[in-house]
């Protein structure tokens, strides 16, 4: 018996939950179509009013999802009985589209909510509309039109280009090289395995010092490598051995995952001053994980030498062995003998490196220049203005081909750099130009008032331009820091114009890389859109995340932060 009362007890709770439910359903409703313009539909009957609605709107759903459905089946002619195939997935989307657009029309006619707010009836109708047939267009070109083979066949080909795919399958002993008796060269996987252990660990580690809710990370992160191990384990045109693979993406999750909950905790067993000195040692391992990417690849001549003294022997003075099979070279062997060389990487790897190398050395030189700029020494004003207007003043690529063609004669008595460092410099020198403009205005809003407490409590004019200036600068103006650093994000597709084997040249040309891929250009391109699109997306997210947290969403939250 005392189980009754705990049922009423948790059917009282139920009944605001459900009454909060409804409201919220209400007020998207009215968001999209438009408030109730009908005299017949009341408070007492419009919860009935809207589920006839919902309901003859799948209905309707239904019929056109079937129709679709059976064309898509004969399209594709597949083996009838399968689980799940295109032509399924085809009908769910077109179900829920259908449904969404059906339930906006019928409940703006019956409503009659065009009475009230023309306007909005119409837009939500003239939106729905839109978003389903360009939306039915793409999901039956995907599905059904579309040849993926051309994706799958060149995945690891666009992710690393093609020199890098070489060194980092074909080479015997190489846990990606398929056929050992036909593979050739030094297996160098662990290159891009460390820089991505190191990046999960600090990416978990940041969004643990949030100290928010763990699922907002947990469940979008382990989807999000949930989705990549399945376009991993793809077994179509796949080239290298997959068990590998996702062991090795398994080992990087659990890392991120691990870094996560060390900082989580840390975050909430500790004061808020702790957490943030947390916070700045994250930014600062983000930065130095960034060249350490760069170095790791290709060693520098000290790394080789300290490698060879802790007792590794260069690879390459034994590389006859290690392809006949005789050998197998240890780490220690491979860091101190050559790395892959700029000049052979490619793929999204070089988009993400050059674009890093924008926002991380972008930022540094345009604190510097703002500061420069705004500076009563002239010895450092005129250079920093003229270095700006200089740069801002020319485009992107005319830069680019600056630093292929004009750039080799102005570092060679100091560097032979290569032609992706030379790129890497000058989306820098670029990115920190714009990023000091934008700089300057923040410091020009900094209140007198915290540089004249600044200077009463002893601190130095470096100490006042760092931790009061330039924190205060940042948070102003960090919107638009991060649309100068998605954009940058977004140039990195003009490296194909001077050559460089990036991402989006390799997604171009894939259709050449094969005859059975002849006429396949458009699948590729909109791979290459979906991934830039996704970056640029997640740094917009980042920016609003970090916005909230300083409490900057809100008017007057500045104040409050």
Same mark, same amino acid.
């Given at each position: 018996m005392s189980t009754i009362p705990k049922l009423l007890d948790w059917m009282r709770a139920m009944v605001p939950s459900g009454l909060k439910t409804q409201a919220s359903m209400k007020e998207f409703e009215e968001s999209i179509v438009?408030?109730?313009g009908n005299p017949w539909i009341n408070e007492q009957n419009e919860s009935l009013a809207s589920s006839l609605i919902a309901g003859l709107s799948i209905t309707l759903a239904m019929v056109f999802t079937? @129709? /679709?459905? =059976?064309e898509a089946r004969i399209e594709l002619n597949p083996v009838m009985g399968q689980p799940m195939g295109d032509a399924d997935l085809l009908a769910i989307m077109y179900f829920l589209l259908a449904a969404f657009t059906y339930w906006v029309t019928i409940s703006s006619i019956v409503k009659l909510t065009w009475l009230k707010s023309t306007s909005t009836a119409l837009l939500g109708i003239a939106t729905a509309w839109i978003i389903f047939v360009v939306s039915t267009f793409l999901i039956h070109w995907s599905l059904i039109e579309a040849d993926w083979v051309v994706v799958w066949a060149n995945r690891d080909l666009v992710m690393m280009g093609q020199l890098m795919k070489e060194q980092m399958t074909q080479s015997p002993g190489s846990h990606v090289c398929i056929d050992e008796t036909d593979c050739y060269g030094i297996n160098q996987n662990f290159r891009l395995w460390w820089s991505l252990y190191l990046t999960f660990g600090v990416l978990g580690g940041a969004y643990g010092t949030s100290g928010e809710n763990p699922r907002r990370f947990l469940f979008p992160f382990v989807a999000l490598m949930a989705v990549v191990a !399945? #376009? &991993?384990n793809n077994p179509t045109e796949v080239s290298y051995k997959t068990d590998t693979v996702l062991e090795k993406l398994? #080992? %990087?999750? !659990?890392? &991120? !995952? %691990? %870094?996560?909950s060390l900082a989580y905790w840390y975050a909430k067993n500790n004061e808020e001053y702790k957490v943030n000195r947390l916070k700045s040692y994250l930014a600062a391992s983000a930065g130095a994980t960034f060249f350490f990417a760069i170095l790791i690849m290709d060693p520098p001549q000290f790394v080789k030498s300290g490698a060879e003294t802790l007792g590794g022997t260069p690879a390459q003075s034994f590389s006859? @062995? #290690?392809i006949a099979g005789d050998s197998v070279p240890s780490t220690l062997d491979k860091l101190a003998g050559n790395g892959i060389e700029a000049s052979q990487w490619g793929g999204l790897f070089v988009n993400l490196i050059i674009a890093t190398a924008g926002c991380v050395l972008g930022f540094g030189i345009g604190v510097v220049l703002? $500061?420069? =700029? +705004? /500076?009563? +020494?002239? $010895? $450092? /004003? #005129? *250079?920093s203005i003229a270095v700006i207007e200089l740069v801002r003043s020319g485009p992107l690529i005319c830069w680019l081909y600056f630093a292929v063609f004009m750039m080799p004669d102005l570092m060679d008595p100091f560097y032979d750099a290569e032609d992706i460092i030379r790129m890497l410099l000058m989306f820098g020198i670029f990115g920190g130009c714009y990023i000091a403009e934008v700089l300057r205005g923040g410091l020009q809003a900094v209140d007198s008032g915290q540089k004249e407490a600044a200077a009463a409590l002893g601190l130095s004019p470096m100490q006042t331009k760092l931790q009061? @200036?330039? *924190?205060?600068?940042?948070r102003t103006t960090l919107p638009s820091i991060i649309s100068v650093f998605i954009g940058l994000w977004k140039d990195t597709t003009l490296l194909f114009i001077v050559n460089i084997l990036d991402f989006f040249k390799l997604a171009k040309d894939l259709p050449n890389s094969d005859l059975r891929f002849l006429g396949d250009f458009? @699948? *590729? !391109?909109?791979?290459?859109a979906v991934v830039f699109w996704v970056f640029a997306f997640y740094l917009s997210r980042v920016s609003m995340k970090v916005e909230k947290n300083l409490g900057l969403v809100r008017e007057g939250g500045g104040e409050a932060a």
């Open positions: 438009g408030k109730n079937m @129709e /679709s459905w =059976r !399945l #376009i &991993a398994g #080992i %990087a999750t !659990l890392w &991120a !995952l %691990a %870094a996560y006859d @062995e #290690i703002a $500061f420069g =700029r +705004q /500076s009563d +020494q002239l $010895f $450092f /004003s #005129i *250079p009061v @200036e330039l *924190p205060n600068a940042v458009l @699948e *590729p !391109l909109y791979v290459t």
